[in-house]
């Protein structure tokens, strides 16, 4: 079989790159070894937010009814359901991309992929069989799965990563999260939504550490109001498990030594290569590729995960696609730019751009407007007024350099920010825009008149 | 046109006002924005001399 | 005492308009004989908002535990706590608005103003006293009040608007709303989830009559679904009541006379004027203004609802702000262009532009991209797979010329389309915007994919 393109790897890099590269005329196949959709739809952004969901309303009921006039005799859950309904949602998703695959013309091959030579690819199903198939082009999207602690290896039972996490048969006790970015927040909010006893530990200053430094002390603060435990500044010095659960060591903020049923390791991923082929890597082992998204061979490109940070699902499908259509028509590949980054917990982070310490470290000249969620009739009527949306502008132009939301909805807000910063526009634009009241993304205006300084509602 | 092109990459212009000038040959920088902060908008070109 | 400028109606109009003139440097009072914050922050857009996310979470948890894994025993509600909440979010606002007076050192006029020439402003406060202000400029906007049926005033009790609505002592068995726009559906939703009997009557063929057509459709189908009944094509022949109740006699869909405890009339606004000079009026009672906002007296100005339509806060406030920035500045005060009209019921209902139906009318040529919720991980994970978005696109550039969205969170993601419109964007940057992965903004680019004939995830 001789193709134009065939895909490595099925995630949002893959199977996005893959369906565009069909639409465009092109003989395409995309090899995936575990199930379509990869990491983000199965083991990723999705089946978390399905749990955060549940978790947030559980929240709501289990503590805030009253406020709502609600009175609740007997309130319990069903741990199964809670998964199960988070693997519904994945599973329905996943059949999606396979009859998208069948709708585009693209051949989903199962198995393991390797590259035994530029225009080869060879598949390994299930059964051993192998297969070889030519090829015009290669695109390696195989993505990165979580990195393990040194000396502390998953074991798939009281040390897991993510993807474990997403499908435990009985709620945990006590959850030890080593790591606080999205992942590890994400993580502690569900866990202690439902009374696990959670515990975050950080290595930096801060939770969710490429934030803004006021978002990540906001979110700290109400995470640690919800029952948290979280220790920055704070390394772990020892680990060791035994069977029924894990102790671990740390100095710094605190020196003690925790112990819970499970430690949860989110410190960050690793690369997933396919076999064959030696190609170049970045120090740290990702995908070293070019302007055009080609790799140190030609014919062979990388996008999404695998080439290197941000390891994010949107930023992957929009390498595969920059890619692709650089392979097949005369489009100038594209890199990322500025993307928005999200975090699910409660309240919600967004941001896109630069925080403002490193606008600071920049040297650049710029207004902050800052707007609080307090202020705001709609998010007073939804009853959630915690968070703030704060802009940064450009001197003396006012183009948008940073924006960080924290609050309901933020990862809704934060679209409107990322078209400004796509259409280069100031905060003129964004103050003559009338903004549909009653709306959180009011505040977005109210911060730009802040910055400009006249805020009509603070 | 390739001049009006060249000069029109630097003036502040909503995306649907380009592509219109650049279909009409119009010269963006000939022209006073009346969008916010002086933006050249579609209206701005329509009305503009040929 | 000598004014630059005295506002008559503390609304989102006047409140807003005094406020920034304030901030121009000038001298300003607010005439109020009501609460500061005028029908939409006492009466409107966000006590109706508090109630609707009450009426939400309670529907949420009495029809949808189960779908979440939880179980609910006991669950009961107490209609003054509901009520309550949202007069406490209403409170506040208020305070919030009076703060904002002494902050700007706007002087808060609390009473009945009237207009005995230009010039001049005569205030009679709460015990009858009158004082008379000299000032140089008259913004009027005093806003608008529920238009009754011809036959059938408002009584108070059993034939009401949506302001005693919003205060109701005891919860009615039975409601039958006329009118079925944004105000008669918000509050159809919400007597409806508390389990009150609803039955919607409407004139016109769709509710949502100023919606795009698909839009009313789909939501006249989940209302349908969530046990209201909605009878449109009905035309209200006859009506009475009896001190318990009404009757109401329709003829259309369904000819027959409804009983129900209470009539919520809502079939519009009327014009609220101050008493004094006459200034001239539009063909409907409403204000006329030119472009400066200027009424068909020198120096007396009209903003907000009482200008006519469409009557919404955020577009009192825009009109508010361009008239007085074009009173004491240079600015050239615009009217407004395009603006978004939300409906917060559930699924919700948010919309910019020209419908389907108006840009057919209209002649021009569009493609239409449309992207169903049940396609977004996003809506998936979060259980709200109702609903879908709808751009349309004008050829040949690629301009948006509309955009309608109804489902969850609408109201938030119609800012990003408010901002593309007012920048003049088109489909491609849209398309070349990277939106947060998962979101229900997504959504907005998948439907200008769609739109492009090139959708990656439909
Ligand atoms: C718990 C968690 C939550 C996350 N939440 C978010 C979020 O909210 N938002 C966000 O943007 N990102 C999130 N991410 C990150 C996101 O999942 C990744 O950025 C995204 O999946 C990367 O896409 P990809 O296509 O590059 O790789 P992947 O999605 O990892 O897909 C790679 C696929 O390739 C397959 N594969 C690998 N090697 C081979 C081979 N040799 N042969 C055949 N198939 C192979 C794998 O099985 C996998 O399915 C989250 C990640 C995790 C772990
Ligand atoms: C139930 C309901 C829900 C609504 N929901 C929304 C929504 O979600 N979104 C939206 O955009 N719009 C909504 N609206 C419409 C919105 O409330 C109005 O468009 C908005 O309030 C208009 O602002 P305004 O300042 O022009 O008038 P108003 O808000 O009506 O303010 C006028 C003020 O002037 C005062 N006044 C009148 N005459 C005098 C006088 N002679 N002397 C002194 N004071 C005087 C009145 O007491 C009043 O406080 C809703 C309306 C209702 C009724």
């Given at each position: 079989m001789n193709y134009d393109l065939i895909v490595i790897g099925g995630g949002p890099a893959g199977y996005v790159g893959a369906i565009r590269a069909a639409q465009l005329g092109k003989k395409v196949a995309c090899v995936e070894n575990d199930r379509a959709g990869g990491t983000c739809l199965n083991w990723g952004c999705i089946p978390t937010k399905a749990l955060l969901k549940n978790a947030e309303l559980y929240h709501t009921i289990s503590h805030r009814a009253d406020e709502f006039g609600l009175k609740v005799e007997g309130l319990s859950y069903d741990w199964s359901k809670v998964i199960g309904r988070s693997r519904g949602v994945s599973d329905k998703l996943n059949k999606g991309i396979e009859f998208l695959f069948k709708k585009n013309k693209v051949d989903y091959l199962k198995g393991t992929a390797s590259i035994p030579a530029a225009g080869k690819v060879e598949v390994t199903a299930a059964d051993g069989a192998k297969t070889t198939y030519d090829t015009a082009n290669i695109l390696i999207a195989t993505g990165a799965k979580s990195r393990d602690m040194p000396g502390f290896p998953f074991n798939g039972n009281t040390v897991i990563g993510s993807r474990e996490a997403l499908t435990l048969e009985k709620q945990p006790k006590s959850v030890i999260v080593i790591g606080a970015g999205a992942i590890g927040i994400e993580f502690a909010y569900f866990f202690n939504a439902y009374g696990t006893k959670v515990t975050v530990v950080e290595?930096?200053?801060?939770?969710?550490?490429?934030?803004d430094t006021e978002v990540s002390k906001t979110l700290e603060k109400s995470l640690t109001k919800a029952g948290i435990r979280i220790l920055t500044n704070?390394?772990?010095t020892g680990t060791s498990e035994d069977g029924n659960g894990v102790k671990i060591t740390v100095e710094g903020a605190a020196n003690e030594t925790l112990e819970a049923d499970i430690a949860l390791v989110a410190i960050g991923v690793k690369p997933v290569l396919p076999g064959g082929i030696e190609l170049k890597l970045t120090e740290r082992g990702w995908l070293q590729t070019d302007d055009t998204y080609q790799t140190s061979v030609k014919g062979i490109y990388g996008a999404g995960d695998i080439i290197g940070p941000p390891w994010l699902a949107h930023v992957a499908s929009y390498e595969a696609v920059q890619c692709v259509e650089g392979m097949f028509t005369k489009h100038k590949p594209k890199k990322v730019g500025v993307f928005p980054g999200c975090t699910y917990c409660h309240p919600q982070v967004a941001s896109i751009g630069l925080t403002e310490r490193a606008a600071k470290e920049k040297g650049l000249k710029f207004k902050v407007g800052k707007f609080p969620y307090v202020a705001s009739g709609k998010a007073l009527a939804a009853a959630e007024p915690e968070g703030f949306v704060k802009i940064l502008y450009g001197e003396p132009h006012g183009e948008i350099i940073g924006a960080h939301i924290i609050g309901s909805e933020s990862t809704e807000m934060i679209a409107e920010i990322g078209l400004a910063m796509n259409l280069e526009a100031t905060w003129d634009e964004i103050e003559a825009t009338i903004h549909a009241h009653p709306t959180l993304s009011e505040m977005v205006k109210e911060a730009t008149e802040v910055a400009k300084g006249h805020p009509i509602h603070v | 046109n390739r001049r009006a092109a060249a000069s029109n990459a630097r003036v502040k212009a909503s995306p649907l006002a380009r592509k219109i000038a650049d279909e009409k040959g119009v010269d963006l920088s000939t022209l006073e924005g009346t969008g916010p902060g002086g933006r050249i908008v579609r209206a701005d070109v329509e009305a503009a001399p040929k």
């Open positions: 290595m930096l200053p801060d939770i969710l550490p490429v934030e704070t390394k772990v | -």
